[in-house]
């Protein structure tokens, strides 16, 4: 049935919690405005001893759309050190730019290692 809004719902439109009595102070946690970013994600290129580099720098271009120059830098920051920061994404992003990658380093049987971990 339809209803019109009262003048108490309408004061309630800030986006914020409605208030209460709060005299004995016990709801100043619950109140406090939630912010509801998503967890975000770093994908990682590990090094090993067997990857051609232009497979990697390839791989730098083609999955995470680097210039041919910062794939390079990446590149040899995980030859060097072992591990790299290849890009933050979403979950669900995050997850499918590690399959690609797992992928495509099978299918051309290198044994280059890609994983994700929350940031
Ligand atoms: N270490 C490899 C080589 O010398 C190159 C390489 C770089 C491999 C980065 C994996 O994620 C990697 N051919």
Redesign the pocket.
Known sequence: MFQYASAQNLTMSSGEPPKEDDSDGDLAIATKPKSKRPPLYKVL?????????EF?VHILEHFFSMTHAQAFEI??T??KKGVAVVGVFSHEIAETKVAQVMDFARQHQHP??CTMEKE
């Open positions: 290129l590990l090094n090993d001893d067997y990857t051609p580099m990697v590149m040899l995980v030859h280059l290692q």
